[in-house]
């Protein structure tokens, strides 16, 4: 059965309520006639809540599992003859943000041949209808918020992100070229070559190397004694001098050293490089400067890991957060359980009996597609964490337990199986997650009902006793540091295992722990003691001591003393809703605390409003002002409004905990984090990515901005437009020109253009100066060849702009009649 189907929304706020009506059509495009009865056609539909509603007599929807749905007939539906349509409206809960809001990843399921599905082979998702007024709107918006940013001559720009703690130029050239001599202390041999490699990118040759000094055109790597990670620049006309107590500062030296060079060098090989003379002395404010990806809901193969890796480095990002499982995907092979990866992960049909797991995020029928399946190889894993730590990024593997555990749950079902089908009852017992009769009921956050391990079973520790044996191995045979171990912890919704036997049981023997929902942090001490053992440290989400009482109630903080004991190290995240001051509540409580709060660090948010710019909406847009702007030991501050946008009532935050001078210190750092959901495609990652990347390195490099310490709020304002002029041209201007060619360039995300109608004219301005914006009059589509806006436009007509990078990628096309 080949079919097409179209997708639009009707309504948002349906019903003056907090819920959408869409309509589906779905068009017989084969020769033969669609049944009345006997078939499925299955979609995914992402955070609207499993309870759809169709609005036809001729159709039903009915959930699945998680975000997985499918259409049937009712006994009203009327066959459709080749060509004809049907019509489905819907309601589900939330709004409608942007086109990723479509359901996706259509197949169609005869019952009389359940083990085959058929992919439907034509999708529309109609685009929202924007009125010439809603456009006119959103181009002044956009103009009013970049009015304050100033254009800045490139000549005055700082040439180094994140900013160090004292930079100074002193109007001098040192001329690198293949006669320049290498030297460095035998303790930064592996700098050095990195260093030479680096150079050899550029100039076409590596550097070469002398154990003397010459006394002229030489780098010098230098050992002196200074704080852990710091580092001192010293470039004069005759030699550059890096210098550092350990390889890190060293190869921190090297990024600076690469930042100051002219943007253009990256695009072509050059003769010889013109290198400014500088006096830079710097250290970071943060010892965790961490960015996290999530491979788990969609994968990403190992070159854009390494991708990714490097574009850390160049911003000196120091911890990658490698989120590795979770309810949709098992992306590392484990030794002796292979399950893992060929069920765990695998998504497509049939998904019945555990063969693999269920389509999810429109990842469609057929497996083995990206970016629904794939998984690490050992070799591949040990692969990036050689590159991780030649780069000073420490990495910090994710297994999610005990809940967001479906991947591993289907996999070691389908290996129980497996051994009771040969007859092997213990075997099959052995690394199994579940219980057979355990009848508890519960949905979990993205909708799943069976996606929590059994925390009183002996099994689900030896399986996890397994996977840190294992992962702990590949560390050692990669060389790669690993001090501790994140185990995930979020989001167990309530009600998994009340009516497991094995937890009745443990609760009766365990008198200690009150209810099945405690039994969380009896799971927690268990495996930190594990972890404890291998020399490693527990890690987790801030739900290991954060827990909520009944659904929908205020989160509360546990002072558990043998976890602020082994300093157990927490990620906080829910800062809304009421929990705002949670992260600072932990950190006063003694806890080490790295603030990853969701509605600043989250870069699977949606950038801005529009059909087109893919991201969650769900607690409002992160654009890179948003970072830019936080303030880590006070980020009352610049939380200005709540998540639907209106200001705080006053006084609102003089209720909260503060942070105090003990809490500080338990400040860890800053993450930014990359939920995988959206990105549905390869050009995602990074325009998700990037430049949000580079405001997160600032925040958690840089020291405290002026504009963050001054306690006049309109002085703060105007220091903090003059700052955040400099940011963003340095972005234009230096940046992300150079991220273009960078490690064979990145595909950042470029923002559209303002517009305001001023005296019969349009003025266009730019959230980055630096990166041009094209128009033409005729309404055709800008291009590198269309005039570049350089004062008002006077013509009249269909005015069409767009910004465009050097290489002709633009962001948004914008228009005004």
Same mark, same amino acid.
């Not at 002395?281 to 010892?287: E, G, I, K, V, W």
């Not at 006053?650 to 905990?657: A, C, I, L, M, N």
């Given at each position: 059965m080949l079919l097409k189907i179209k997708w639009e929304l009707v309504q948002n706020q349906y019903q003056a309520k907090p819920q959408f009506l869409a309509a589906l059509v779905v068009t017989n495009g084969s020769q033969e006639i669609m049944?009345?009865?006997?078939?499925?056609?299955?979609?995914?539909?992402?955070?609207?809540?499993?309870?759809?509603?169709?609005?036809?007599?001729?159709?039903?929807?009915?959930?699945?599992?998680?975000?997985?749905?499918?259409?049937?007939?009712?006994?009203?539906?009327?066959?459709?003859?080749?060509?004809?349509?049907?019509r489905l409206e819907f309601t589900g809960a939330r709004r409608v943000a942007n086109y990723q809001d479509a359901p996706s990843g259509f197949f169609w399921v005869n019952d009389a041949t359940p083990q085959t599905a058929i992919s439907a082979n034509q999708v529309v998702v109609q685009p929202f209808i924007q009125s010439a007024q809603s456009t006119a709107e959103q181009a002044r918006a956009l103009f009013n918020e970049n009015q304050v940013v100033q254009d800045i001559p490139i000549a005055r720009l700082p040439k180094i992100l994140p900013t160090p703690v004292s930079y100074?130029?002193?109007?001098?050239?040192?001329?690198?070229?293949?006669?320049?001599?290498?030297?460095?202390?035998?303790?930064?041999?592996?700098?050095?070559?990195?260093?030479?490699?680096?150079?050899?990118?550029?100039?076409?040759?590596?550097?070469p190397r002398a154990k003397t000094e010459p006394a002229d055109k030489v780098i010098v790597l230098k050992k002196i004694n200074l704080p852990k990670e710091a580092y001192e620049l010293q470039v004069t006309p005759k030699r550059i001098t890096i210098s550092a107590t350990d390889g890190t500062g060293i190869?921190?030296?090297?990024?600076?050293?690469?930042?100051?060079?002219?943007?253009?060098?990256?695009?072509?090989?050059?003769?010889?490089?013109?290198?400014?003379?500088?006096?830079?002395?710097?250290?970071?404010?943060?010892?965790?400067?961490?960015?996290?990806?999530?491979?788990?809901r969609n994968f990403q193969p190992k070159q854009a890991i390494l991708k990714l890796l490097e574009v850390m480095a160049l911003y000196k990002l120091n911890v990658f957060h490698f989120h590795l499982t979770d309810d949709e995907g098992w992306r590392l092979a484990i030794p002796d359980l292979p399950e893992l990866t060929q069920v765990g992960s695998q998504r497509g049909y049939p998904f019945s009996n555990n063969e693999r797991l269920q389509p999810s995020y429109g990842s469609g029928a057929v497996a083995g597609r990206l970016m629904g399946s794939g998984f690490y190889s050992r070799a591949d894993f040990i692969e990036i964490l050689r590159y991780a730590t030649q780069r000073h990024i420490r990495v910090v593997p994710e297994i999610e337990s005990p809940g967001h555990a479906r991947a591993a749950i289907k996999a070691m079902e389908a290996r129980y199986t497996a051994y009771m089908g040969k007859n092997q009852p213990e075997e099959a017992e052995r690394y199994r997650l579940t219980e057979s009769?355990?009848?508890?009921?519960?949905?979990?956050?993205?909708?799943?009902?069976?996606?929590?391990?059994?925390?009183?079973?002996?099994?689900?520790?030896?399986?996890?006793?397994?996977?840190?044996?294992?992962?702990?191995?590949?560390?050692?045979?990669?060389?790669?540091?690993?001090?501790?171990? *994140?185990?995930? @912890?979020?989001?167990? &919704?309530?009600? =998994? %295992?009340?009516?497991?036997?094995?937890?009745?049981?443990?609760? +009766?023997?365990?008198?200690?722990?009150k209810t099945a929902k405690g039994l969380s942090q009896f799971f927690f001490s268990r495996v930190k003691t594990m972890l404890k053992a291998r020399g490693l440290m527990l890690t987790g989400w801030e739900e290991l001591v954060v827990h909520e009482p009944a659904p929908d109630s205020a989160r509360r903080v546990d002072v558990i003393s043998d976890f602020i004991k082994d300093q157990v190290q927490l990620d906080a995240w829910w800062n809304m809703y009421g929990n705002e001051d949670i992260p600072y509540r932990m950190a006063n409580a003694g806890y080490p605390t790295v603030l990853a709060c969701?509605?600043?660090?989250?870069?699977?948010?949606? *950038?801005?409003? @529009?059909?087109?710019? &893919?991201?969650? =909406? %769900?607690?409002?847009?992160?654009?890179?002002?948003?970072?830019? +702007?936080?303030?880590?030991?006070?980020?009352?501050?610049?939380?200005?409004?709540?998540?639907?946008?209106?200001?705080?009532?006053?006084?609102?935050?003089?209720?909260?905990?503060?942070?105090?001078?003990?809490?500080?210190?338990?400040?860890?750092?800053?993450?930014?984090?990359?939920?995988?959901?959206?990105?549905?495609?390869?050009?995602?990652?990074?325009?998700?990515?990037?430049?949000?990347?580079?405001?997160?390195?600032?925040?958690?490099?840089?020291?405290?901005?002026?504009?963050?310490?001054?306690?006049?709020?309109?002085?703060?304002?105007?220091?903090?437009?003059?700052?955040?002029?400099?940011?963003?041209?340095?972005?234009?201007?230096?940046?992300?020109?150079k991220l273009d060619f960078y490690n064979g360039g990145y595909s950042y995300r470029i923002p559209a253009a303002g517009a305001m109608l001023i005296d019969g004219k349009i003025e266009l301005n730019s959230q980055l100066p630096g990166l041009p914006i094209h128009y033409t009059t005729d309404g055709s589509e800008p291009s590198l060849k269309s005039p570049v806006y350089q004062s008002p436009i006077s013509a009249k007509g269909r005015i069409r702009w767009r910004v465009l990078n050097q290489k002709g990628r633009g962001g948004q096309v914008m228009q005004l009649n």
């Open positions: 049944p009345v009865s006997g078939w499925k056609l299955y979609f995914n539909l992402r955070y609207h809540s499993p309870n759809l509603t169709a609005l036809s007599k001729e159709l039903t929807i009915k959930n699945v599992n998680g975000e997985l749905f499918y259409l049937q007939p009712t006994l009203d539906f009327t066959p459709l003859k080749s060509g004809e349509s049907v100074r130029e002193t109007n001098g050239i040192f001329t690198l070229d293949s006669r320049t001599t290498l030297v460095a202390d035998e303790s930064f041999q592996a700098e050095a070559n990195y260093l030479s490699e680096e150079i050899k990118k550029l100039l076409g040759k590596p550097l190869f921190y030296g090297i990024q600076s050293l690469k930042a100051i060079l002219p943007t253009s060098v990256w695009a072509n090989k050059q003769v010889a490089l013109s290198v400014p003379t500088v006096s830079v002395s710097d250290a970071p404010r943060f010892a965790v400067r961490a960015f996290m990806l999530d491979v788990g009769n355990d009848q508890s009921q519960y949905r979990s956050a993205q909708y799943f009902t069976d996606n929590v391990m059994n925390a009183a079973l002996p099994s689900t520790y030896r399986f996890i006793e397994k996977v840190i044996d294992e992962v702990q191995r590949m560390y050692t045979e990669a060389g790669a540091p690993l001090s501790m171990m *994140h185990m995930g @912890g979020d989001e167990v &919704p309530h009600g =998994a %295992w009340e009516k497991s036997p094995a937890v009745i049981a443990q609760l +009766q023997q365990d008198t200690s722990v969701f509605d600043h660090f989250y870069f699977d948010l949606a *950038h801005k409003p @529009g059909f087109a710019e &893919p991201g969650d =909406a %769900w607690i409002g847009y992160l654009d890179i002002d948003k970072l830019f +702007q936080f303030i880590p030991y006070d980020y009352y501050r610049n939380n200005r409004t709540d998540v639907v946008g209106n200001a705080w009532p006053s006084g609102h935050f003089d209720r909260k905990e503060h942070l105090t001078q003990v809490g500080k210190q338990h400040i860890a750092g800053l993450k930014g984090a990359l939920w995988s959901e959206n990105i549905t495609a390869d050009s995602l990652l990074n325009y998700m990515l990037l430049p949000r990347l580079l405001a997160l390195a600032e925040r958690a490099w840089a020291a405290d901005p002026d504009w963050a310490k001054e306690p006049d709020s309109t002085r703060a304002k105007k220091v903090y437009d003059q700052a955040w002029s400099v940011f963003v041209n340095t972005l234009g201007k230096r940046e992300l020109p």
